[in-house]
């Protein structure tokens, strides 16, 4: 499996779609609340700090859609619409709040 693992370098990507790297602003339809995620890794999420892994279904929902679209997506507090408000690329590590050490992820 890993020998078919890929370096995804999100800076190389289209920015005007939403990709895995990307930091998006939403507006929930309804309340017109505003809402900004990050889509990156698994091991990168930090749901609370608006960090959420490329399989969320909030992830996947947003994914390929432009600024200005509108999506529907059934979450566990009910179904939510969402306008896409801006799509920009800014370097995890600068928004991560908990950094990981080697140790962390080590099986030994």
């Known amino acids: ?14 920015h005007s779609r939403v990709h895995f790297g990307a930091t998006v602003q939403l507006c929930d339809l309804e309340s017109e609340e505003e809402f900004t995620y990050t889509i990156c890794g698994v ?18 929902a947003m994914m390929g859609k432009r600024v200005d679209d509108e999506f529907r997506i059934s979450l566990p507090s009910g179904v939510k619409n969402y306008e896409v408000l801006a ?5 995890i590590f600068s928004l991560k709040k908990v950094i990981r050490t080697e140790k962390e992820f080590s099986f030994k």
Do not use: F, V
């Open 43 to 60: 091991l990168e999420s930090e749901p609370d700090n608006g960090l959420i892994s490329l399989h969320a279904p909030l992830s996947r």
């Open 1 to 14: 499996m890993i020998e078919k693992s890929m370096i995804i370098d999100p800076s190389e990507l289209d």
């Open 87 to 91: 799509i920009s690329y800014i370097p």
